[in-house]
């Protein structure tokens, strides 16, 4: 998916095509998993007058026509991702935060199986993955031999 069909993609969902709205989507497919204030310090590069609130605006009118997907990774802010339509899972560091995309191996939601005793229709089972990522590991066993030394704190 390069950048050019965004207009196009806009048009395809029923909204018009704005340079907040193109902006936005470009800063969002740049970097996926940015939370609303991050997205907005990106596109203020291109419209230094775009307000967080507008940003917020155009982030939820992407997620509701489905241009944009939302997660909410648990104790931190919703951030989105032009990676739609594929029920992909997410692993996040529980130390730094990062965001790491899994595929899902089913494909399609949902991908757990309820119980029929549920009497429920289930649509969606979220799958969030939580770990300590690669660089964390590292740094951590790095300053290993600094704990307990009485490192004093800054
Ligand atoms: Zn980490
Ligand atoms: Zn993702
Ligand atoms: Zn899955």
Redesign the pocket.
Known sequence: MTSSDWPARLRERGLRMTRQRLAVLEAVSAAPHRPAEAVHAAVRAQLPEITVQSVYTVLHDLTARELLRRFDPPGSPACYETRTHDNHHHAI?T????IEDVECVHGEAPCLQAPPSLQMQIQIADVVFRG?????TDTEQGSEELVGSGSAEA
């Open positions: 560091c130390r730094c935060g990062r300590i990522c690669r660089t964390c």
